[in-house]
């Protein structure tokens, strides 16, 4: 029977079992390597360095992490907390996604080729809409699991995938009539 | 109906857009990053430390003649103005305050940083 994410914690917490936490990497690795990509807009190299640092914080960091909630929750909340510092140092933070959104949308400078592309549609959505539709749509993410995540309350969480999916089904929409 | 079907949509391609990442080698380059592991000794070291503090006990209870320098510390703060003994309270106090905030502090970073 394959271990369970408390029983590989447990071992790394006792032991410092270094094979534990490989092992938990590779459980993960790809969800968290995934959400990076979507919230860096796909830049494969820095999602990959955020996605290090992530596990590496895990690790300095796991006797902080209580059981409370699942472990992917709180991986997800270390690799939310690394993009933002990130971001924060490259200032581009929120903001930048407002004028960016706007410029896009601009039918000139919009690819035609990507019009179909639901991946491209939600790197046009600002970050906390963004952020909100990849943790509860794509990573499956319930509400409250989210808004631990990103440090937001629940309802906030809500309005912005209400929001982010409408915004998401406008352009789709916009660009399947185009 | 039309709504419903949109929605339905949108639904399916958001979770189809999330395929598996292979490891790649990414797992491996981690764990090479990992600090070492802790020496299998850690409770060794802490019966060293612990006999080491004993031993510190017993020379220092030995050579200040069983223990009279505390006597003699008591009644030198007994003869103290109360006013110097005001001091020292209020100076610990704040120091053990500044000691438990910071600690506080850093303790309530670390667990969010998760």
């Not at chain 2, 020292?88 to 998760?114: H, P, W």
Request: negative net charge.
């Amino acid at each position: 029977m394959p271990l369970t994410d408390a029983d590989l914690v447990a071992r790394v917490l006792v032991d410092d079992d270094h094979h534990a936490f490989a092992e938990l990497v590779r459980n993960h690795q790809s969800a968290i390597r995934g959400l990076l990509r979507q919230l860096t807009r796909s830049d494969l190299a820095l999602a990959d360095d955020l996605a290090q640092e992530t596990f590496l914080r895990a690790y300095k960091h796991i006797r902080s992490f209580r059981g409370e909630a699942k472990f992917s929750t709180w991986l997800y909340r270390i690799a939310y907390n690394c993009f933002r510092e990130d971001a924060r140092k490259r200032k581009e933070l929120v903001g930048i996604d407002e004028t960016l959104l706007e410029a896009q949308e601009d039918p000139q400078t919009t690819d035609l080729a990507l019009k179909h592309d639901l991946m491209h549609a939600l790197q046009l959505l600002p970050l906390h809409e963004r952020s909100a539709i990849l943790l509860c749509c794509q990573n499956g993410l319930s509400h409250d699991e989210a808004a631990r995540v990103l440090e937001i309350p629940l309802g906030t969480v809500k309005t912005n995938v209400l929001r982010g999916r409408e915004k998401l089904k406008k352009t789709l929409a916009a660009w399947g009539a185009a | 109906m039309e709504e419903q079907f949109q929605e339905d949509w949108l639904e399916a391609r958001l979770h189809e857009e999330s395929p598996y990442i292979d490891d790649g080698g990414f797992t491996a380059q981690l764990v090479q990053k990992l600090p070492p592991r802790r020496a299998a000794g850690g409770s060794f070291r802490g019966a060293i430390l612990l006999c080491v503090t004993l031993l510190a006990c017993v020379v220092t209870y030995l050579v200040s003649g069983g223990g009279r320098f505390l006597v003699s510390a008591v009644n030198d703060l007994a003869a103290m103005p109360l006013w110097i003994l005001y001091v020292v309270a209020i100076f610990c106090g704040v120091v053990v305050t500044a000691v438990a905030a910071s600690v506080a502090y850093f303790q309530a970073r670390a667990e969010t940083l998760g």
